[in-house]
């Protein structure tokens, strides 16, 4: 199984600098708890990865600045961080790529995986399971239950040859994210899959829908 850079997009779990949908329904303080705890569980699961060296993991953090996002990384024991920076989630994900580009030549890495930290159902299977997509495809999506996607999995052709089409003509934050990149790769002969729908924790309404 070739390995695969995993980018953990994350977000400090700052009182009332996290989850604010969430915080009108559960309060300032539980959201940080819940953004915390979602956030711990996925590095949780990548470092099981990483430990079996089946991927590489960087943490992207926004929320924090360069000196504190250092000591973050290393309480959650992450040696590789950056932080995400300005921009919409695409220019952020694309700055992402070519900040790791030279890791990814060293250590013979071809594929990038993104996920974020809003997923309490997320397992090792699911990562595992994209790496192995990634073989016969060259775009792997989760959907998400809010028209947007949990993960993405680029392949080396995309890396190498069509990059702005994951990010280009986006309207991020709005129901048909999803969609958008969809569109994008309709005139090519790229090949793309979908994981299972997963529900992204972002309001009080995603948290009873779980049960």
Not at 11 to 27: A, E, N
Not at 32 to 56: E, F, G, Y
Request: charged residues 25%.
């Amino acid at each position: 199984m070739d390995r695969a850079l995993l980018i953990i997009m994350a977000k400090w779990h700052g009182f009332g600098r996290c989850k604010t949908r969430l915080s009108k329904d559960i309060g300032k303080s539980n959201s940080a708890k819940v953004q915390r705890v979602m956030t711990n569980h996925t590095i949780s699961v990548a470092k099981s990865l990483q430990k079996i060296k089946i991927i590489d993991i960087s943490i992207a953090i926004t929320g924090l600045g360069k000196k504190n996002c250092r000591r973050w990384s290393k309480e959650l024991g992450i040696k590789k961080f950056n932080l995400q920076g300005k921009g919409c989630l695409g220019e952020r994900m694309k700055r992402q790529i070519f900040i790791n580009k030279k890791f990814c030549t060293q250590n013979k890495i071809k594929n990038i995986i993104f996920i974020g930290t809003d997923l309490p159902d997320l397992c090792h299977l699911d990562i595992l399971n994209t790496i192995n997509e990634l073989k016969q495809n060259d775009l792997i999506l989760g959907p998400s239950n809010d028209g947007g996607y949990w993960l993405i999995g680029l392949s080396e052709r995309i890396l190498s040859k069509h990059l702005n089409l994951p990010f280009i003509k986006i309207s991020w934050s709005k129901e048909n994210v999803l969609q958008n990149t969809i569109d994008n790769f309709a005139t090519t002969d790229l090949k793309y899959k979908f994981l299972d729908k997963k529900i992204d924790i972002d309001t009080i309404i995603d948290i009873e829908n779980r049960k």
